[in-house]
């Protein structure tokens, strides 16, 4: 089975950027799972911010973080990224990578922690001034 491993996290002022990846190593073909990204702030539910497709020719990100999140991957790296521009304190939680050996990359799956075999043990980002 895969193993997901987060970095880049941290604490940042409101308005900065970070870069997130999510590198995979251990068993299947990176480029055969489907890609997600998810956060989880204090008491509160673990939600869906980003997935992406095989070939990272389709993508997708939460409206709370449109314009300002963009997910990304290099398969020759076995790694997926998101970049976070313009952030706010709201985006204070742990991050979650995840992969999906799903067949369909559809809005009906990719929002859905349930869709992700395999996760990663998150990493902690925190906007603050």
């Known amino acids: 089975q895969v193993q997901l491993v987060e970095s880049g996290g941290g604490l940042v002022q409101p308005g900065g950027s970070l870069r997130l990846s999510c590198a995979a190593s251990?068993?299947?073909?990176?480029?055969?799972?489907?890609l997600g990204w998810f956060r989880q702030a204090p008491e509160k539910e673990r939600e869906y911010v980003a997935a992406i497709s095989w070939s990272g020719g389709s993508t997708d990100v939460t409206d709370s973080v449109k314009g300002r999140f963009t997910i990304s991957r290099d398969n020759a790296k076995n790694t997926v990224y998101l970049q976070m521009d313009n952030l706010k304190p709201d985006d204070t939680a742990v991050y979650y990578c995840a992969a999906s050996t799903g067949s369909t990359f559809s809005e009906k799956y990719y929002p859905r922690a349930q869709a992700y075999e395999y996760w990663g043990q998150g990493a902690q980002v925190t906007v603050s001034s």
């Open positions: 251990g068993g299947g073909t990176f480029y055969s799972y489907f």
